[in-house]
């Protein structure tokens, strides 16, 4: 089938409107020579008739088969916009249940994590265990110590003699040392089993309407007032960039709270790190976003940032770079629980001894019924 272009239908349409209007003029002429009896002009006249004639002929057959053609080709196209339509609409419906499905796919996951309860158990057991090694360990000690100095006491209770006095008083610095390591890994052993604990709450909740800046401004407070002293020492500063206008947005205040500040004092922990080994100005900001049916929390950090090597095992639970004595390791796990239980993504850049940001994007409402009642972030 030949191409045809919209604009030849338009040409040949005006040149058959010529060739008529040439026709005419043409029979116009061969009248009056007829009447004039001017045989030379009316030769040329009729043969010029022929002619035109072949040409309107020729003209017409050319139009009508243009004009066929687009018609087949409109038809086509409406056809093919139908078919168009009939699979974006499929795709469309398609692309609704592959995500129904991924949603599907996380929760099933995450519902699952009981499943798990073995392996956490095992982690859990490894780090309860030492610190209860040192426990038996040292109340054992402490007790023969205690037992040499009741002797000793005994042998001299009449008079002490100064050796006697400085063996007694020895083993009384070493009985109040073992107990106090007792108390440490004691601490240790209570911060691990109340770790524990929060990894099997209920990290979903019920949720609330609160205004996103005052619920980021609260926080910051929270950790302002808990590193007073850091911050004044360091001269951290402490930035927040809210939304122009108030925006109330549907979560687990309580939830939230608890991701945001585990989140800030991770930050906080950083800065404080890089600051024992060179001067700088530390500086943590929390900037917000709107971004379609989002919002986007930003935490950025000028500290020592994380090694690629550890990166993704940042959010596993119990894995920590801080020391048993003061951190357990679930922070960010818990964080990212929340997150995902709000429905929404975390994500971390880091350059290691320079920055680190969470990047924290949450619905503004939620598809889940919600509380009547609003809330704040009080």
């Known amino acids: 089938m030949p191409d045809f272009n919209i604009k030849d239908i338009e040409k040949l349409r005006w040149r058959l409107q010529l060739a008529e209007k040439s026709f005419i003029v043409c029979v116009v002429l061969v009248v009056a020579a007829f009447y004039y009896d001017w045989n030379a002009v009316r030769l ?8 035109l004639q072949l040409i309107k002929i020729w003209l017409n057959r050319q139009l009508k088969q243009k004009e066929y053609l687009a018609k087949i080709v409109e038809e086509r196209t409406i056809e093919l916009r139908v078919q168009r339509d009939q699979v974006l609409l499929e795709s469309e419906k398609l692309s609704k249940a592959l995500d129904a499905l991924a949603r599907a796919q996380d929760e099933l996951v995450r519902s699952e994590r009981l499943a798990t309860v073995g392996q956490l158990t095992k982690g859990l057991v490894d780090r309860i265990l030492n610190p209860l090694n040192y426990i038996n360990n040292f109340a054992s000690l402490s007790v023969e110590l205690a037992g040499d100095l009741e002797k000793n006491l005994r042998n001299g ?24 390591k007792i108390t440490e ?18 990290q979903k909740g019920k949720m609330a309407s609160a205004d996103i800046n005052n619920l980021c401004k609260v926080n910051m407070d929270v950790i302002a007032r808990l590193f007073a002293k850091e911050i004044e020492e360091k001269r951290i500063k402490l930035s927040f960039r809210g ?18 500040l585990n989140i800030l004092k991770n930050s906080m922990y950083a800065v404080l790190r890089k600051a024992e080994k060179q001067t700088f ?44 004595a003061e951190a357990s390791g679930i922070g960010l796990y818990v964080s990212r629980e929340v997150i995902l239980n709000h429905r929404g993504s975390i994500e971390v850049k880091t350059e290691q001894n320079q920055y680190t940001e969470f990047i924290l994007k949450i619905p503004i409402h939620q598809t889940i019924e919600t509380n009547e009642q609003p809330g704040n972030a009080d």
Do not use: W, Y
């Not at 040329?44 to 002619?51: C, D, E, H, N, R």
């Not at 003699?161 to 107990?179: P, Q, S």
């Not at 890994?185 to 209920?202: F, P, Q, S, Y």
């Not at 994380?306 to 020391?323: A, D, L, M, V, Y």
């Open 157 to 180: 209770a009449s008079a002490l003699t100064e050796e006697t006095c400085a063996d007694t008083v020895e083993i009384v610095e070493m009985i109040a040392g073992n107990l106090r």
């Open 243 to 260: 939304l122009a206008l108030s925006l109330m947005i549907d979560v687990n205040i309580e939830q939230m709270s608890k991701a945001l």
């Open 281 to 324: 100005s530390p500086e943590i900001s929390v900037n917000l976003q709107k971004e379609g049916s989002h919002i986007v929390i930003t935490v950025c950090d000028n500290g020592v940032g994380i090694e690629e090597s550890i990166k993704k095992k940042i959010f596993e639970p119990f894995f920590t770079t801080k020391p048993t």
């Open 185 to 202: 890994h004691g601490a240790n052993t209570v911060r691990i089993v109340k770790a524990m604990e929060e990894l099997l709450k209920d």
């Open 44 to 51: 040329s006249g009729i043969l010029l008739l022929a002619i």
